[in-house]
């Protein structure tokens, strides 16, 4: 018996005699409509016009054996979204809303010439403070629309608000492809809408806009969406990047003190992960950053512009992190700190601690982890937990216990591929992911933290 390999550019082929095992791979073309498969892809330039053909990263390969045939398709998953800053977006003359995710400026000739329609679901509370100005935008810009106000929190993120949104976007009707559905709300509103429009007709384009500072960080920016199942968070899911996320700061003016400092969190996870810079932002800047809301004021050229330039590494840091592993394909993820116990924690005491809240609590008792583990300073640790006291989020609770940590930890262990996969501090604004924390590393930090952290959360 021997074998033979031959292998030629875009198809691979190995014959093996006695057991007679053929394989061969493919490379797509389309012609005239069809597609079909060419084995060799020097021959295509001489059997056909290359000008009037598309050749695709597709690939299919066929393994013929005395039992039969096997293929195997190799197909590479792209997507293109846009994360736009803009000001003004409810401005009558910012066609951002409208167009703002379409790259060919012809195309939106194009849209514009016929009668466009909007569906737009935004959380209850976010359309009583732009529900009329959104509703001037559509009528000054001649948009057939239907607003679709929802309670949308943590108590209602479920597949029956799912199933809602979809029979509206149903009975209204929309062209899928030119006449995206927009989720105007925070964190838990976007994360609904995008997997109802994941789910219509198979893949909807749907808009974020994110109107709270932890949104407009950290869920707009992302390819995921879900919805809690079983009393797990965000159990259920997809990986569907919206057509674009359009951030306009002036949104977050209107939400309370408390919601200022649930998005730092976020804010300061990816600060502690992988920038120094905006560590030491985040210190020096934290109170101002809370008084003002992140608006950008003039007159205040001793503070810069820090609530841009907070926004803008915030977003930079997460979307570096995100974009090669959009589909978490690799399960070690920086992004991931504060999201080991937080789930666990959040769903059992809900609604008593938000989404970044309760990320916060797991960095601080991961610090101590950290801390005990000798991958950072005495100094590092107490600058982070003053930092997040600054930042006026909750370092202790009374429910993150030694069993709830166990069963988060036991969770994460069984969902990783048996390993912890923990991303931890090495320094302010470093990091690296370890799967060799002992148990009594654990114990000993949790009591060390207890024992320091406890008097202040009171």
Same mark, same amino acid.
């Given at each position: 018996?021997?074998?033979?390999?031959?292998?030629?550019?875009?198809?691979?082929?190995?014959?093996?005699?006695?057991s007679r095992t053929k394989q061969k791979e493919y490379q797509l073309i389309k012609?005239?409509?069809?597609?079909?498969?060419?084995?060799?892809?020097?021959?295509?330039?001489?059997?056909?016009?290359?000008?009037?053909?598309?050749?695709?990263?597709?690939?299919?390969?066929?393994?013929?054996?005395?039992?039969?045939?096997?293929?195997?398709?190799?197909?590479?998953?792209?997507?293109?979204?846009?994360?736009?800053?803009?000001?003004?977006?409810?401005?009558?003359?910012?066609?951002?809303?409208?167009?703002?995710?379409?790259?060919?400026?012809?195309?939106?000739?194009?849209?514009?010439?016929?009668?466009?329609?909007?569906?737009?679901?935004?959380?209850?509370?976010?359309?009583?403070?732009?529900?009329?100005?959104i509703r001037k935008y559509f009528e000054a810009n001649n948009i057939i629309y239907?607003?679709?106000?929802?309670?949308?929190?943590?108590?209602?993120?479920?597949?029956?608000?799912?199933?809602?949104?979809?029979?509206?976007?149903?009975?209204?009707?929309?062209?899928?492809?030119?006449?995206?559905?927009?989720?105007?709300?925070?964190?838990?509103?976007?994360?609904?809408?995008?997997?109802?429009?994941?789910?219509?007709?198979?893949?909807?384009?749907?808009?974020?806009?994110?109107?709270?500072?932890?949104?407009?960080?950290?869920?707009?920016?992302?390819?995921?969406?879900?919805?809690?199942?079983?009393?797990?968070?965000?159990?259920?899911?997809?990986?569907?990047?919206?057509?674009?996320?359009?951030?306009?700061?002036?949104?977050? +003016?209107?939400?309370?003190?408390?919601? =200022?400092?649930?998005? %730092? $969190? /976020?804010?300061? @996870?990816?600060?502690?992960? !992988?920038? *120094?810079?905006?560590?030491?932002?985040?210190?020096?800047?934290?109170?101002?950053?809370?008084?003002?809301?992140?608006?950008?004021?003039?007159?205040?050229?001793?503070?810069?512009?820090?609530?841009?330039?907070?926004?803008?590494?915030?977003?930079?840091?997460?979307?570096?992190?995100?974009?090669?592993?959009?589909?978490?394909?690799?399960?070690?993820?920086?992004?991931?700190?504060?999201?080991?116990?937080?789930?666990?924690?959040?769903?059992?005491?809900?609604?008593?601690?938000?989404?970044?809240?309760?990320?916060?609590?797991?960095?601080?008792?991961?610090?101590?982890?950290?801390?005990?583990?000798?991958?950072?300073?005495?100094?590092?640790?107490?600058?982070?937990?003053?930092?997040?006291?600054?930042?006026?989020?909750?370092?202790?609770? +009374?429910?993150?216990?030694?069993?709830? =940590?166990?069963?988060? %930890? $036991? /969770?994460?262990? @069984?969902?990783?591929?048996? !390993?912890? *996969?923990?991303?931890l501090p090495t320094g302010l604004g470093s990091a690296e992911i370890f799967n060799?924390?002992?148990?009594?590393?654990?114990?000993?930090?949790?009591?060390?933290?207890?024992?320091?952290?406890?008097?202040?959360?009171?």
């Amino acid at each position: 018996m021997y074998t033979a390999t031959t292998a030629v550019k875009g198809a691979t082929k190995t014959e093996t005699e006695g057991s007679r095992t053929k394989q061969k791979e493919y490379q797509l073309i389309k012609l005239k409509n069809t597609w079909c498969c060419v084995e060799n892809e020097e021959e295509i330039g001489k059997t056909w016009n290359e000008d009037k053909m598309i050749i695709s990263q597709a690939k299919i390969g066929e393994t013929i054996t005395e039992s039969g045939v096997s293929w195997t398709v190799k197909t590479p998953i792209y997507f293109c979204y846009k994360v736009i800053e803009t000001q003004n977006l409810l401005d009558p003359n910012n066609m951002t809303l409208l167009y703002g995710h379409v790259s060919d400026p012809q195309e939106v000739e194009v849209y514009k010439k016929k009668i466009q329609k909007r569906l737009v679901v935004m959380d209850i509370t976010v359309e009583k403070l732009y529900g009329s100005k959104i509703r001037k935008y559509f009528e000054a810009n001649n948009i057939i629309y239907k607003i679709l106000a929802l309670e949308t929190m943590e108590e209602t993120k479920s597949m029956e608000l799912v199933l809602t949104i979809l029979e509206e976007v149903h009975k209204f009707g929309i062209d899928r492809r030119t006449e995206p559905i927009i989720a105007i709300g925070g964190g838990v509103c976007l994360d609904i809408v995008g997997l109802a429009a994941s789910l219509y007709r198979r893949r909807t384009p749907y808009i974020r806009v994110p109107t709270t500072l932890l949104s407009y960080v950290d869920a707009s920016v992302g390819a995921k969406n879900g919805v809690n199942f079983c009393n797990c968070k965000n159990k259920l899911g997809s990986y569907t990047p919206p057509a674009a996320t359009f951030l306009d700061r002036s949104f977050i +003016k209107t939400i309370p003190r408390r919601h =200022i400092s649930n998005g %730092l $969190g /976020e804010i300061l @996870k990816m600060a502690l992960m !992988k920038h *120094r810079g905006l560590f030491e932002l985040l210190e020096s800047h934290g109170k101002y950053l809370l008084d003002t809301k992140f608006q950008s004021r003039n007159g205040l050229a001793s503070h810069g512009d820090a609530a841009l330039t907070t926004t803008r590494l915030a977003i930079q840091t997460m979307l570096e992190e995100l974009a090669p592993n959009l589909w978490e394909d690799d399960l070690e993820r920086l992004v991931d700190f504060g999201h080991v116990i937080s789930p666990e924690l959040e769903m059992k005491v809900l609604p008593a601690l938000m989404h970044g809240e309760a990320v916060n609590i797991d960095m601080a008792l991961m610090t101590y982890v950290s801390y005990e583990s000798g991958l950072i300073t005495a100094e590092e640790k107490n600058r982070t937990i003053q930092c997040m006291i600054t930042l006026e989020l909750p370092v202790w609770h +009374k429910d993150c216990n030694l069993p709830l =940590i166990k069963k988060a %930890l $036991g /969770e994460r262990f @069984k969902h990783s591929g048996g !390993k912890l *996969r923990l991303p931890l501090p090495t320094g302010l604004g470093s990091a690296e992911i370890f799967n060799d924390v002992n148990e009594e590393t654990m114990k000993r930090a949790f009591e060390k933290w207890t024992e320091e952290c406890q008097e202040l959360a009171t």
